[in-house]
């Protein structure tokens, strides 16, 4: 969804003449059902706004899982990735900036401090791409991110191929644990240095 809609606000608000008029006035009119859209679908949550799913029904606007192993969720990726876009809007208005507050907010609270990443080079073809994640035991912990956080628990939730929700990257087959990125820093410097000079601009 996103990737669409900064497309289209490329095309509104590039320097230069891209499209006719006609095509134009579309682009601006698609823009902004997509930011109305987007206000839409942030996920309401044990009474507060948290983030949005990567995918949602098209005609309730629910959230509902992609691929068998996308389950519907909170999703930090696409989370970071609409704050990022909401943040370039000119003069945003106060529904904006409680959006994007509100988003942050959860992001900073999902947060994982006590994981580390290990690279396990003993299995699955000597690849480095098998990745176990334990509890901070060893050397460093990382500020990190499941790709999908449970709707009102907000726990991490991972799948195989069936579908069947699991709660630990343990119960993961070898062939999904190396095929996906379940864990990430996707939000890492909107959080650190993005988000703060955003506040800065608005006030």
Known sequence: MIGV???LNDISYADIDLVDSVRLYKSFNALDKGLQLILRTQIFSNLKFTGW????DPISLSPVRGRSYELESINPYVTTGIINYLMKIKNPGKEIIHSIQYAISWLKKSQINDFEIITNNNQLNNTDDAKIFSSKEQSYPLQIWARFYEIDSNLPIFSNRDGIVQ???SKLSDERK?????YGKWPIHLISSKYDKWLKSIN
């Open 5 to 7: 809609i900064e497309l």
């Open 53 to 56: 799913c990567a995918q949602y």
């Open 167 to 169: 709660y630990s990257y």
């Open 178 to 182: 190396i095929n996906y990125e379940w």
